[in-house]
Nanobody
Framework: HVQLVESGGGSVQAGGSLTLSCVASGYTSNSYCMGWFRQAPGNEREGVAS????????YYADSVKGRFTISQDNAKEMLYLQMSSLKPTDTGIYYCAAERRAAFCSGGYWPEPDLAYWGQGTQVTVS
């Protein structure tokens, strides 16, 4: 049974930094695409950053390029999102996701995210 649990959210002032963590269990994370998504109140969920399976490509939303870094520690089954130069527009609930179907997460595009595995989310508030 795949489980994803996020942590590391919180409140921070604009310009500050946070690192989100996601612990994965129930599968071999290296064989899945892994990603971070976020949803702000009143907005649709959007992809923030993702990694292709097996050490493939690394992709970012234009809004976070140069400020966020996604990384993975397969030995610890952990996924991270380092966020810096945070802006109020980065506020939202951040979700960790895992997609086992390589064709559905290639190039950073996840056409069927609802069929991926999801964590419960962690709140990030930037003021």
């Amino acid at each position: 049974h795949v489980q994803l649990v996020e942590s590391g959210g919180g409140s921070v002032q604009a310009g500050g930094s946070l690192t989100l963590s996601c612990v994965a269990s129930g599968y071999t994370s290296n064989s899945y695409c892994m990603g971070w998504f976020r949803q702000a109140p009143g907005n649709e969920r959007e992809g923030v950053a993702s990694l292709e399976a097996g050490g493939g490509g690394e992709y970012y939303a234009d809004s976070v390029k140069g400020r966020f870094t996604i990384s993975q520690d397969n030995a610890k089954e952990m996924l991270y999102l380092q966020m810096s130069s945070l802006k109020p527009t980065d506020t939202g609930i951040y979700y960790c996701a895992a997609e086992r179907r390589a064709a559905f997460c290639s190039g950073g595009y996840w056409p069927e995210p609802d069929l991926a595995y999801w964590g419960q989310g962690t709140q990030v508030t930037v003021s």
